[in-house]
């Protein structure tokens, strides 16, 4: 009988530009042991995401940059085959920021129990979890969307901008999404009840934008920066709210980006630009999670999940989130 052995993927190189395979590498070795008040998880699902670019660089940021050798942290789902715990059993499922490894020790204060009966355990890292968190206290805390007012999202089809949507057309806005083809938008528009949604590389952008916000935009919510968010800055209107959740289009550039400034029109508008972190809510994050899956139950909001499978796969995820590849949450089933 062959003994399990454990997989992580570590990071050897810092990126320049957009990431390539060469900056990361695979390592196997024996399982790790749990110590006293420790668990030990196998990893079931691992998510991938486009914070993690920032995080490859050496930089000063919310969080610490990923140390060079060290595995790749990040939110994972899996189940407890160790236990040195009194709050966990063999075989509860939990979630953590486990990271990309097959295997994982975590302290008990690092994880929370997953409720199998709510709804799929790759919730835990989508739409009941960080994810649709941020797009929960990202719109209602910073948006304060009203009904009737006119919101507008980037990087609609992605993970984040697709509950954003849902829940402005729960509080009665208009809702207009940016994406980058033609299926995301038909998914927008036809599954997930967007009133209307943009290619953003379409030549004629910032006229069909224009005409889509014919009432100009209340809410701008920014997950992509860059050209398309200085396009959708022009149709600000008075005490527009701008909460700032990601800038993917920067995040692979080797300059500064030196764009538009629009200062001045935040000025003429009397507007509210405010950037943000989902941690900057931990003490509200209970609140968001049971009006989420109360949402998720009534059917209220939709979730899309792409998954792709095998640990030896997580990089290329990874990568795919830079190509306009993923449909909502990317995940990687680990085998």
Request: proline share 4%; hydrophobic share 40%; net charge negative.
């Amino acid at each position: 009988m062959t003994q399990e052995t454990s997989k992580r993927i570590i990071l050897v190189k810092r990126p320049v530009g957009m990431p390539t395979i060469e900056d990361f590498q695979f390592e196997e070795g024996p399982l790790p042991q749990p110590g006293e008040g420790e668990v030990l998880i196998r990893t079931s699902y691992l998510s991938v995401d486009p914070y993690m670019r920032g995080r490859m660089n050496d930089r000063k940021s919310y969080v610490p940059p990923y140390e060079l050798g060290k595995v790749i942290l990040g939110g994972a789902v899996g189940e407890v085959i160790l236990s040195q715990v009194d709050e966990f059993q063999v075989g509860d499922i939990v979630v953590g920021n486990l990271g990309w490894q097959t295997h994982a020790v975590a302290k008990a204060d690092q994880l929370k129990k997953v409720d199998e009966q709510l709804a799929p355990i790759t919730t835990a890292l989508g739409i009941l979890g960080m994810t649709g968190l941020t797009a929960y206290f990202g719109l209602l805390d910073i948006g304060q969307p009203k009904a009737e007012e006119t919101v507008v999202v980037s990087g609609a089809a992605g993970a984040v901008g697709m509950v954003v949507g849902q829940i402005a057309k729960i509080k009665g806005c208009r809702v207009i999404g940016i994406a980058g083809s033609d299926a995301k938008i038909r998914y927008l528009i036809d599954e997930l009840g967007f009133d209307a949604a943009i290619n953003y590389k379409a030549a004629d952008r910032r006229a069909v934008l224009a005409k889509e916000c014919p009432n100009g935009v209340d809410v701008y919510f920014d997950n992509v920066g860059g050209e398309i968010s200085d396009d959708v800055m022009l149709l600000l209107n008075k005490h527009a709210r701008i909460p700032i959740c990601g800038q993917i289009a920067l995040y692979n550039m080797t300059k500064p980006d030196f764009g538009p400034r629009m200062q001045s029109q935040l000025l003429i508008t009397s507007s509210l630009m405010k950037g943000f972190i989902v941690s900057d809510y931990a003490q509200r994050f209970e609140e968001g999670a049971i009006q989420l899956a109360e949402w998720v139950k009534e059917g209220r909001l939709k979730y899309r999940e792409q998954i792709v499978e095998g640990f030896e796969n997580t990089v290329d995820a990874f990568l795919g989130l830079f190509t306009g590849e993923n449909l909502g949450k990317q995940l990687v089933r680990v085998k």
